[in-house]
């Protein structure tokens, strides 16, 4: 008990501790609501794990794995971004933007595989990193919050989607587009058997690769270096020599790049095609990924999955239990709100320690 | 061309007085200094509880209830911003991670409940406000039909508290202390001030003015709840905050600019004038605007100076 309390009251270990505590709080409010709501929360947390394949379902398993994917990339956006001193919170219009790039070099050009596949890609990547750069120019240049206008930037996408998607690429209804031909897809057959018929795709890897390049990128770079060192401080980069205001644009546009590859995987690797008057949820989440990750990219993978197997279940749940499916997105938001409140826990954690330590010492008087 | 004028003006100030008063919400908070990014998620609280509150006591209630539920969805705006006060003022959190976590709890949140208590995603109602001619100003030549003949009297509602919220916020002690607080937290607590409390009042002031916008949209235009019928408000409220550089009347003239671009666009499929005008021009104006506003506005950083930064009393 006395090394729990030493433990408790280091700082360090406070920090390291607030992720976990978040996931179990989000979790418990998620079952306090369900017990209000008359369902059961083990019933529902149960099905939720069943239907994202924990259980040994290799094709539910698989979905898990999809929808992990953009929440690595977009998760890994929002992280990069933080830790170079900017707040990305326009990872849902850049991940549209990459994703409507995609699907539009999909629809619109004819080529073989080998070369429109990733084409697509790298349009998309593009993409998500013009939609980061301007608010990264009006940041350097003007000095406007990226908060503000990466917003902005958000509506901006989706209106642009609203208008061109029906105009040129429409498919069964004038609210989607049509679907992208087989060149375009980052689906593969091999793959695709290999987990029963899921949807599994190209972009796992893609993200795993990121998640590697983002992490030498930040740690052994001279480059990344410089960028936390932005971030850290940025007068005290500029008057190391450090360009900071090149950094600032350049770490948006990686941040964007990234958003925009989430927005590939999520586009030509799932749904196949784009609806439109909608901005993808997955962008906020990976607010909530980069958060319970530490911003570091080990992290980012680690609670991605968390958040992939949380989506992938959730329908599952909704059909097996009857428990709405918007319960997922509740959790997830109950544990921004703790993450962001790091204030709250550590005050119960030195509150328990002190405690413990007050016992103690009663005890050892008596 | 007048017809076009008659039936665009009345459309745009039924869609305008929404978009105010979430704007206006968010002047009050920024204004003591917390940056609110969730008025998204308050005015969409606000909106399905004015929807669900109808549905349920429609029937008993009577005429009442319209009014009613504005009530109602001004209390939830309250209730979620709670939290969001919470979170900036008393724990010092990021105010942008926090207001967006309060966007999902709404959006989730109301889906959710929708769901459990009418078994899908929307709730119609059956008694809304309904489009009148004011009585005697309406028949000013001119002006009368335009600006106050088939209208909502929330409209009028709406310029009333900005009539008023201007004078509170300029004219008496509290408007003042508040803006000091979001100016600068440090020399008003030197003065006296509870920075904290100021905090909460501004934060709460913008829920409940936010609840109510979401309360206004069910009960005029919209007619029934959905994830839909709200989709972006809130952010556009945003804009025009900024681009009505966080003043009463900044905001009373970028609200009615944004609304009759919305209603512009909305209409542009049916008037034969702007039928070949691309919807993506009108409806992406107020967000390009506002970050053209910001270009210019950004060598006399018109916003409050400690907006976004928690008050901590060891800084000085």
């Known amino acids: ?366 | 061309m007048w017809n076009l004028v008659m039936s665009i003006i009345p459309l745009s100030l039924a869609y305008t007085a929404p978009l105010l008063i979430i704007a206006l919400g968010g002047l009050y908070s920024e204004r003591s200094g917390v940056v609110n990014i969730g008025l998204e998620g308050m005015m969409g609280i606000g909106a399905f509880a004015a929807a669900l509150f109808t549905v349920s006591m429609q029937g008993t209630l009577g005429g009442a209830t319209i009014w009613l539920a504005l009530v109602v969805a001004t209390l939830a705006g309250v209730a979620l911003s709670f939290f969001h006060a919470f979170a900036s003022v008393s724990l010092n959190a990021d105010q942008v991670i926090s207001g967006t976590a309060v966007n999902m709890f709404s959006a989730a949140l109301t889906v959710y409940l929708a769901r459990w208590i009418t078994g899908s995603a929307n709730v119609q109602i059956k008694r809304f406000f309904i489009k009148t001619d004011v009585p005697f100003l309406s028949k000013i030549p001119i002006i009368g039909p335009l600006l106050f003949g088939n209208a909502y009297i929330t409209t009028y509602l709406v310029l009333a508290i900005i009539v008023l919220s201007w004078f509170l916020l300029y004219r008496t002690r509290f408007g003042l202390r508040l803006r000091a607080c979001g100016e600068n937290p440090h020399s008003a607590d030197s003065m006296g001030i509870n920075v904290k409390n100021m905090r909460y009042t501004g934060v709460l002031i913008s829920g409940a003015l936010a609840g109510l916008g979401g309360g206004i949209v069910i009960m005029t235009y919209a007619k029934e709840f959905s994830q839909l019928t709200y989709n972006g408000l809130g952010f556009l409220a945003l804009a025009a905050l900024i681009f009505g550089k966080w003043k009463p009347w900044g905001i009373l003239g970028s609200s009615l600019f944004f609304g009759t671009a919305m209603t512009v666009a909305n209409m542009s499929i049916i008037v034969p004038a702007l039928k070949n005008v691309p919807n993506i021009f009108l409806n992406t104006f107020p967000y390009v605007i506002t970050l053209v506003a910001l270009v210019l506005f950004s060598s006399s950083s018109a916003g409050p100076k400690a907006s976004g930064e928690p008050y901590d009393v060891s800084k000085r």
């Not at chain 1, 290999?194 to 993200?207: E, T, V």
């Not at chain 1, 509740?330 to 030195?350: G, S």
């Open chain 1, 1 to 366: 008990m006395h090394k729990l309390k030493a433990f408790l009251s280091d700082d360090k270990n406070q920090n390291r501790l607030i992720p976990f505590l978040s996931i179990i709080l989000g979790f418990l409010v998620g079952a306090i609501i369900m017990v209000i709501s008359g369902y059961n929360p083990l019933a529902a947390y149960s099905k939720l794990l069943q239907g994202a394949g924990l259980y040994g379902n290799l094709r539910r398993f698989g979905e898990t794995l999809v929808l992990m994917t953009p929440l690595t990339l977009t998760g890994l956006a929002v992280a990069f971004g933080m830790r170079t001193g900017l707040f990305n919170i326009g990872a849902s219009g850049q991940m549209l933007m990459g994703g409507f790039a995609a699907i539009a070099v999909g629809l619109l050009v004819d080529l073989p595989k080998v070369i429109h596949l990733p084409l697509a890609v790298l349009v998309a990547v593009a993409a998500g990193a013009l939609w980061g750069m301007l608010p990264g120019i009006l940041k350097s240049k003007f000095n406007i919050h990226e908060v503000v206008s990466t917003i902005m930037m958000n509506w901006i996408a989706v209106w642009t989607v609203y208008y061109f998607v029906p105009t040129y690429m429409m498919g069964k209804y004038n609210t989607e587009s049509a679907a992208i031909p087989d060149t375009a897809s980052l689906r593969f057959e091999w793959l695709t058997n290999l987990f029963n018929g899921s949807s599994i795709n190209f972009g796992l890897l893609l993200a795993l690769a990121s998640a590697l390049l983002i992490w030498w990128v930040l740690e052994k770079t001279t480059f990344g270096y410089e960028l936390k060192a932005v971030g850290f401080n940025r007068d005290a980069a500029k008057y190391a020599g450090i360009k900071v205001n090149r950094n600032v644009v350049l770490s948006m546009m990686i941040s964007g790049a990234l958003a925009g590859l989430a927005g590939a995987t999520f586009y030509i690797g799932y749904t196949d095609n784009i609806k439109i008057g909608e901005l993808p949820s997955l962008g906020f989440d990976g607010i909530a990924v980069a958060l319970l990750g530490l911003n570091t990219p080990l992290g980012v993978v680690l609670s991605a999955l968390l958040f992939g197997i949380m989506n992938a279940g959730k329908g599952f749940m909704q059909a097996a239990t009857g428990v709405p499916n918007e319960l997922v997105q509740i959790i997830i938001a109950v544990i921004i709100f703790f993450a962001a409140a790091t204030q709250l826990i550590k005050r119960w954690l030195r509150y328990f320690a002190r405690n413990e330590k007050k016992e103690k010492a009663n005890g050892g008087e008596a």
